[in-house]
């Protein structure tokens, strides 16, 4: 569907048409005539379906048909909370897209730097607030927040607040929050917890399900190689040879993996850079940045630090390390394959790893397709080692021993 067919204001038509966007998505097509009707919404759909988008248009949309008289001074009309500071950064960048053609202002504010440049924006007058759960609630008891004239309330990637444990936070954000508002909600995943908050927070909603059982992206081509443990380093720089490979997001389970890997890169001449939940919010906006402007061709990430990223034309992930949930692997392989766009996920996996993929594939409904290890062959390494025996193949072999004979 066209989004001149979704009942959008003739300057958002305009915007979406100069940032080409063609049709709305599924979640786009069928979340945005409900909350243009001014009902509650929970959506779950996968990740990189344009959910932010799904929620910014409407908001906009309903600021901007205000009377003249109720827009000014600004004050803070919409509140998004958002669980990563990255993601947060990035539904701010959606909304200053959209200012020129609206005339609406947003702020966003996280932790991790200092507050004054943020506090002083809000000052100044904005529409939109979009935020960390923690730095918000700072702010608040500070007294540098006036939340009376809020009427639009969205909690985005609600699962993974609820994973990062900030599930607290936000009910207690909405107790400060006028009870007449609109309410909406966004999942990727479905766990009772988040079943329990719709039924808490939300008002009659009406319920956006697009996404299914296998969650994974239709035009993400999957692949998957075994290797021993000692020699994943080798094989992703092997693979990394091939041009193809513009651009990618390699993800690893731990911080420590994050900056080993990363240096290992650097040192093999790939310019790479790493985020993790230990890097200072200035080092990860940086490496970010790195990033998106191709002054990096590989980011090495975490999960959580590496949820809600969205990087145009991102052309490969790799699955370093295989993901302790299953569900994350969606999450991560989403990365790519941006509207509409095609992908490539690569997944290495070690011996030690074939729980986690038989659980991967179980959740997706469906195999991964291996591929032959060329550069450093070995056992396949899908069956159980037989004892005694390592699934490094990769020692050089031992010379023959030298037979002496005694000397007559």
Known sequence: MKFSELKLIEPLIEAVNQFNYKEASPIQEKAIPVLLDGKDLFGCAKTGTGKTAAF???ILQMLYLRDETDKYPRTIKALILAPTRELA????????????FVNLKSAV???GVGQSSQVNKINRGID???????????????????LKHVEYLVLDEADRML??????????IIKYLPKKRQTMMFSATLPKEIEHLVDEILNNPVRVMVSSGNMTVD??????????KANKAKLLMKLLENPQ??????????????DTLSKKLNKHGIPTVAIHGDKSQNARVRALNDFKEDKARILVATDIAARGIDIENLTHVVNFDLPDQPENYVHRIGRTARAGANGDAITLCCYQEMSELKDVQKFIKQEIDVCDNPYYPMEDLSQPVKKGSKPNQNK??????????KRK
């Open 245 to 258: 490979i513009y651009n990618a997001i390699v993800f690893v389970r731990t911080k420590r993996n994050a």
């Open 56 to 58: 910014a248009l409407p």
């Open 396 to 405: 050089p072999k031992k010379r023959p021993q030298r037979r002496y004979t």
């Open 163 to 172: 994973d990062m444990g900030f599930i607290k936070d936000v009910r207690k």
């Open 128 to 146: 939109v607030l979009i935020a960390t759960p923690g730095r918000f609630n700072d702010l608040y008891q500070q007294g540098l927040l006036d």
């Open 89 to 100: 950064i990035q539904i701010n960048e959606t909304f200053e897209m959209m200012r020129p």
């Open 219 to 228: 035009k993400i081509h999957q692949s998957l190689y075994f290797v021993d």
């Open 109 to 111: 504010v996280f932790g």
